[in-house]
């Protein structure tokens, strides 16, 4: 689309040559011819700033305005202010005024704005006789379209105050320390919503910025929420083909330029005002400190017709700051050196100078306020707050809030939540021990997690190791301290602190923790049981019963106790149920006792039987499957009896493959199960449907009765089958065709495999060679199941003779 833009302004150029005679067709889109300057300040009830402080102007401001021309002036420029008070009004003829810049007594203009007024633009036109006239009535004739060209071009020159911003900082950065271009570059593009060419970044270094600062054209993006990007403005376009282009994404309705119309305006400007003495070209007007610099996007004409600039001056109104928004969801440390608090969507903060005397407003929890000085710094991308933060000790802060000028308004807000705690504030949770022989988590409360800069271990040696840490909460940090190898006694926690010379230091007592043994449970007919307790990672076996079980996979509960699996090989149908004592023996020898719990069998399914119901394959060779297996594409139909359990419309039948890796739950309520008395079930599924096109191999079942699951029982064995269509013979040499024959592992015309023919792995071929068929059959083993024997039926004269 960039492309048919492109087009498209080269067919604009053209057409524009073509239909129109007009000098505006010369003009550009980018601006970069530096114009003449003006100088202005603005005086408001006694105080009085510099124009490029300026965001707006209020009826009864008093202008002082004046160009700021070389002293070698060759060209007498006539300039002229004007008020404008709406599209439809035009301003009487005592709203403009004039300044002969060539003349010392009448180069200055001091004017009040009038009651009524709403707009103001400078005009700067070489001095012709009857040039002022011509000026007014040109104004005065389409009011609107000065309106119009006063609003966009404002907006346009805040744009161009943004870009020429980034441009400065990529050329600053480049000259400086051109290894930091990538990280500047991005950060000021962020801060100005400029829209950066990624691809730029990826070139050599030397070629970054000039790629980063070229095709300036749709560079700025819309702020406020919008996406679109500034194309400077367009002359000498017919009005039709302003509004076609204006419709397309590229040309005004998404990513580039929203002032299409007002190229439509000047175009419509040049068209009816342009004299034998004066054509108008639109101005940028860049402000700073007291200069307002203007840049043209065409050369202007000192020869009939003389070219009038038309510049922007702030619009007459209020003028609320921008909305700004503090880009923080957690709390930074005010201490932490060269803090930077981000703000979110403020581009002109940090492409003017309409916010001044910035500062952050601290409302301690000790009662005082504090005021800091913050500065705008878009290549950081935030507010810079000065060394004085860190002069403020220990103090907490209830809030920090922005406070500043938009002008000459003041203004309050955004909050930021900043921290400044004390480091000695830190207390451990919910005591001071802490267990020695393996990793140990810590809890402090009590201070300023985001003033923490990192966090470390000492033990009774000296030797300080790193501790990783985490923030859980604003007054609170998690830890892990690395106690496998410590020793009983006590341990050091440093806690160092952003803006603090030493670190906080709390003593931990580092204890041994004996196993606590809670309690162990066996369901009999289980090979394994569980243990409850703590430290149970000592544990070496236990005896109950008369059987030995020896410890295996340990686990933690959310509580922060042990669950200790112990197995055994012994038959357990027979454990007496109960309770009895348990001998509990340790890993260093030592013995203890712990009550075991015997329970009454898990409910468990007992396969009754099972049907296979395959959907019909005319155009294949039949397979004849083993009972246990099923192709994927197949209905199973199984009934199982429940064992030690009673059946009931909430129960669950559970079928998984063997790995886990996918299952299905089948119940009353989907229609899957049906219950036959109290204790069979009838259940059916497709395993390709019921548990994807994945699911292959050995199936299994169990009972799941709400949160009591019983143990898992094999179900049958998904295998993939090829699609044999015909065999074909020549003699005793046979062909078998068809799809999938990777599927085969191996062929051979009998079923004890005596002499089996194996498929090279990797096969993947519609034909394959094979004995010839003994008694109308062929036997196979697929990879899917390489212990079952699958017959291929040859039916009589099937056998193919190859042509």
Same mark, same amino acid.
């Given at each position: ?309 038309? !510049? @922007? #001056?702030?619009?007459? +109104?209020? /003028? %609320? ?5 503090? $880009? =923080?969801? *957690? ?108 990793? !140990? @988590? #810590?809890?402090?409360? +009590?201070? /300023? %997690? ?5 966090? $470390? =271990?000492? *033990? ?62 066996l369901y009999t007919g289980d090979k394994e049981g569980r243990l409850v307790g703590a430290r149970l990672d000592q544990v070496a076996s236990l005896e109950v019963a008369g059987l030995t079980f020896t410890a295996g996979a340990l686990s933690r509960d959310m509580g922060g106790g042990d669950r200790l699996a112990l197995t055994t090989d012994a038959n357990t149908e027979t454990v007496p149920t109960g309770t009895s004592d348990a001998k509990v023996t340790l890993k260093d020898g030592r013995t203890t006792a712990v009550r075991a719990t015997i329970t009454p069998p898990r409910p468990r399914l007992e396969l009754v039987s099972r049907s296979v119901a395959a959907p019909a394959a005319p155009d294949r060779l039949a397979l004849e499957l083993p009972d246990f297996a099923l192709a994927p594409e197949a209905t199973l139909t199984f009934s199982a009896r429940a064992v030690n359990t009673r059946l009931s419309a909430g129960d669950l039948i559970e079928v998984a493959t063997a790995d886990d890796g996918a299952s299905a739950k089948l119940s009353v309520a989907s229609g899957k199960l049906q219950l036959i008395g109290s204790d069979v079930a009838v259940a059916s599924l497709t395993p390709r449907e019921a548990l994807g096109a994945a699911a292959t191999g050995p199936l299994k079942m169990r009972l799941v009765q709400g949160e009591l699951v019983g143990d898992w029982q094999p179900l049958a064995r998904v295998v993939r089958l090829p699609e044999v269509t015909d065999l074909r013979c020549d003699g005793a040499a046979c ?69």
């Amino acid at each position: 689309m960039r492309l048919l833009l492109q087009r498209l302004l080269a067919l604009l150029a053209l057409s524009s040559l073509v239909l129109s005679p007009l000098p505006a067709s010369a003009q550009g889109n980018s601006f970069d011819l530096a114009g003449p300057a003006l100088t202005m300040a603005v005086t408001r009830e006694k105080v009085t700033l510099p124009i490029g402080q300026v965001p707006s102007l209020r009826v009864g401001d008093q202008l002082e305005l004046k160009a700021d021309l070389p002293a070698d002036q060759a060209a007498r420029y006539l300039l002229v202010l004007v008020f404008l008070r709406g599209a439809t009004n035009p301003p009487p003829k005592n709203w403009f005024y004039e300044a002969e810049t060539w003349n010392p007594k009448k180069a200055t203009l001091s004017v009040k704005v009038p009651e009524g007024a709403q707009q103001a633009i400078a005009l700067m036109a070489p001095e012709t006789g009857g040039g002022y006239n011509a000026l007014v009535k040109a104004v005065r004739g389409r009011p609107g379209v000065f309106v119009r060209a006063a609003q966009d071009l404002y907006q346009a020159s805040l744009d161009r105050a943004r870009l020429e911003t980034f441009v400065n900082g990529v050329a600053r950065v480049e000259e400086s320390a051109p290894e930091r271009l990538v990280p500047v570059s991005t950060a000021l593009a962020g801060s100005l919503g400029i829209k950066l060419n990624a691809d730029c970044l990826a070139r050599s270094r030397a070629l970054q910025a000039s790629c980063l600062t070229q095709n300036r054209d749709g560079m700025v993006l819309q702020t406020g929420g919008g996406a679109a990007s500034m194309i400077d403005v367009i002359g000498g376009t017919t009005t039709q083909f302003a509004y076609s282009l204006a419709a397309t994404k590229e040309g005004g309705a998404g990513e580039f330029s929203p002032y299409i119309s007002l190229a439509r305006d000047f175009a419509r400007l040049f068209g009816v005002f342009r004299s034998a003495d004066y054509q108008y070209a639109p101005a940028l007007a860049v402000g700073q400190n007291t200069r307002l610099r203007l840049q043209l996007n065409t050369p202007p004409s000192f020869q009939n017709p003389k070219s009038v600039l038309v !510049a @922007p #001056l702030p619009p007459i +109104g209020a /003028a %609320a700051p921008p909305p700004l928004r503090a $880009a =923080l969801k *957690d709390a930074v440390c005010l201490a932490k050196p060269g803090l930077v608090l981000p703000l979110e969507d403020a581009p002109l903060v940090f492409a003017t100078d309409y916010a001044r005397a910035l500062t952050l407003r601290l409302a301690l929890a000790d009662g005082r306020t504090v005021e800091l000085p913050v500065t705008a710094d878009a290549e950081r991308g935030g507010l810079v707050v000065g060394p004085d933060a860190q002069k403020l000790g220990a103090s907490t802060i209830g809030e920090a809030t922005l406070t500043g000028s938009w002008g000459f308004d003041s203004f309050t807000g955004p909050r930021f939540p900043l921290q400044n705690g004390a480091p000695a504030a830190w207390q451990p949770r919910p005591d001071d021990t802490v267990v020695v022989g393996r990793d !140990a @988590p #810590l809890t402090l409360r +009590g201070g /300023a %997690a985001a003033c923490v800069e990192q966090v $470390a =271990l000492r *033990d009774r040696s000296g030797t300080i190791k790193p501790v990783e840490w985490k923030a859980g909460a604003p007054d609170e940090i998690s830890a892990t301290l690395p106690l496998q190898r410590a020793r009983p006694g006590d341990l050091t926690v440093l806690v160092s602190h952003y803006g603090e010379s030493a670190p906080a230091q709390l003593t931990l007592k580092g204890q041994s923790e004996a196993s606590r043994l809670e309690g162990f449970t066996l369901y009999t007919g289980d090979k394994e049981g569980r243990l409850v307790g703590a430290r149970l990672d000592q544990v070496a076996s236990l005896e109950v019963a008369g059987l030995t079980f020896t410890a295996g996979a340990l686990s933690r509960d959310m509580g922060g106790g042990d669950r200790l699996a112990l197995t055994t090989d012994a038959n357990t149908e027979t454990v007496p149920t109960g309770t009895s004592d348990a001998k509990v023996t340790l890993k260093d020898g030592r013995t203890t006792a712990v009550r075991a719990t015997i329970t009454p069998p898990r409910p468990r399914l007992e396969l009754v039987s099972r049907s296979v119901a395959a959907p019909a394959a005319p155009d294949r060779l039949a397979l004849e499957l083993p009972d246990f297996a099923l192709a994927p594409e197949a209905t199973l139909t199984f009934s199982a009896r429940a064992v030690n359990t009673r059946l009931s419309a909430g129960d669950l039948i559970e079928v998984a493959t063997a790995d886990d890796g996918a299952s299905a739950k089948l119940s009353v309520a989907s229609g899957k199960l049906q219950l036959i008395g109290s204790d069979v079930a009838v259940a059916s599924l497709t395993p390709r449907e019921a548990l994807g096109a994945a699911a292959t191999g050995p199936l299994k079942m169990r009972l799941v009765q709400g949160e009591l699951v019983g143990d898992w029982q094999p179900l049958a064995r998904v295998v993939r089958l090829p699609e044999v269509t015909d065999l074909r013979c020549d003699g005793a040499a046979c062909t078998l065709h068809g799809q999938e024959l990777f599927l085969i592992a191996q062929v051979a015309d009998e079923a004890g495999f005596q002499k089996p023919q194996t498929v090279p792995l990797g096969f993947v071929g519609g034909e394959l060679a094979v004995p010839h068929p003994v008694a109308g059959a062929l036997y196979l083993k697929l990879h899917d199941a390489p212990d079952d024997v699958v017959k291929l039926v040859v039916p009589a004269g099937a056998a193919k003779k190859a042509k």
